[in-house]
């Protein structure tokens, strides 16, 4: 697989899931465009990124739930690129909370990041890759919460197969562009945020039939596929990434 010379917008890529996904990019010769919501978590990221692979990596912070900000980014890879090839819709956010004492602020905040930033990074990143005979790759990042009911996390899970609905309803509009739309599944993954739980890797160890969570490069691995020339005529389709663990669903 090649990128060189692809211009790239991926949010909510500070850490993490989205930060391999960008320093892999980067490393294939893509014109990468980095977003966090975090202005120094950003700029570590990028300059990390440029130092590690000697590619272009350029940080811009914001809230990728703010339609102004999406726009902002979009005409950033326009400007800067001329084209926009590929966008990796990856910022979320996850509140847990009983069913029964879940406030509306929280309902709203994660339908405003997880589905509203999507549908709007789609819809802006479309408008520039419509008008290109090359067209464009859309990804967008679920979670087998979409597809596997998890305590106290009904809006997120929502959220998260919602996402995979949006997918399958843009290939009506967007096909005849030349723009394919997917969604990748992470299961339980190694993070910075979930290493913080010292029991995380050995009870996911003992859930997942692989017999260990995933690394962010096996999810890496996926966009990479996904968002490549390869998978061209792959689109509406969700993939999930889990070592199995949908399969037969044990308890957390």
Same mark, same amino acid.
């Given at each position: 697989m090649t990128f060189i010379n692809k211009t790239t917008i991926i949010t909510g890529a500070g850490q993490?899931?989205?930060?391999?996904? =960008?320093? $892999?990019?980067?490393?294939e010769g893509a014109q990468v465009i980095?977003?966090?919501?975090? &202005?120094?978590?950003?700029?570590?990221?990028?300059?990390? #990124?440029?130092?590690?692979?000697? !590619?272009?990596? @350029? &940080?811009? =912070?914001?809230?990728?739930?703010? +339609? +102004?900000? #999406?726009?902002?980014?979009?005409?950033?890879?326009?400007?800067? %690129? !001329? $084209?926009?090839?590929?966008? @990796?819709?990856?910022?979320? #956010?996850?509140?847990?909370?009983? %069913?029964?004492?879940?406030? &509306?602020? =929280?309902?709203? $905040? +994660?339908?405003? +990041?997880?589905?509203?930033g999507t549908f709007f990074l789609a819809q802006a990143a479309s408008k520039v890759m419509k008008n290109q005979p090359s067209g464009g790759a859309l990804l967008f990042t679920s979670s087998v919460t979409g597809h596997q009911a998890h305590k106290n996390l009904a809006a997120y899970g929502m959220s998260k197969a919602a996402l995979e609905m949006l997918a399958k309803n843009l290939v009506i509009e967007l096909s005849p562009f030349k723009i394919n739309v997917n969604t990748l599944a992470p299961g339980a993954t190694l993070t910075e945020r979930t290493l913080n739980d010292p029991e995380y890797t050995a009870v996911w160890s003992k859930l997942t039939p692989m017999g260990r969570p995933a690394t962010v490069s096996d999810i890496a691995d996926t966009a990479l596929f996904l968002v490549s020339d390869h998978a061209k005529h792959i689109t509406g389709q969700s993939l999930i990434v889990d070592g199995g663990w949908t399969c037969i669903s044990p308890n957390p």
């Open positions: 993490g899931i989205g930060f391999e996904i =960008a320093r $892999r990019l980067a490393a980095l977003n966090d919501i975090d &202005p120094t978590l950003t700029q570590h990221a990028a300059q990390a #990124i440029r130092e590690e692979t000697g !590619g272009t990596c @350029i &940080p811009l =912070a914001g809230d990728s739930s703010d +339609v +102004v900000f #999406i726009q902002t980014m979009v005409d950033t890879a326009v400007t800067e %690129f !001329g $084209r926009l090839d590929i966008v @990796i819709a990856n910022a979320g #956010i996850t509140l847990f909370g009983d %069913f029964f004492e879940y406030t &509306p602020e =929280a309902f709203f $905040r +994660v339908m405003q +990041v997880n589905l509203g």
